[in-house]
């Protein structure tokens, strides 16, 4: 069974930093590309980053570049997400996403995990 979990959401001051986790199982992560998305209310779910372990690379939205670093544990099978200089705007809700590098594989998504900046 693929599962990806989502830890580390909370209430974070503007400024302040969280890290946020994935751990996946029942895949493996040469086969995916492993990122985050997030959702605010009354907004569409947007890409934050996604990273390949196969090579190490790593991919930003231009809005978090500079605040959010990936990164991974591969002998833990789990992904982080630093994020850094925490504005209220990222205020949402941060999903794990695996999106497979071969056509006609799944796309699995965690349950999500709330953050939340405020003062």
């Known amino acids: 069974e693929v599962q990806l979990v989502e830890s580390g959401g909370g209430l974070v001051q503007p400024g302040g930093s969280l890290r946020l986790s994935c751990a996946v199982s029942?895949?493996?992560?040469?086969?995916?590309?492993i990122g985050w998305f997030r959702q605010a209310p009354g907004k569409e779910r947007e890409g934050v980053s996604c990273?390949?372990?196969?090579?190490?690379?790593?991919h930003y939205a231009d809005s978090v570049k500079g605040r959010f670093t990936i990164s991974s544990d591969n002998a833990k099978n789990t992904v982080y997400l630093q994020m850094n200089s925490l504005k209220p705007e990222y205020t949402a809700v941060y999903y794990c996403n695996g999106t497979p590098v071969l056509d006609g594989w799944e796309d699995h998504w965690g349950q999500g995990t709330q953050v939340t900046v405020s003062s």
């Open positions: 029942g895949l493996t992560f040469d086969d995916y590309a």
């Open positions: 990273m390949r372990s196969s090579d190490g690379s790593t």
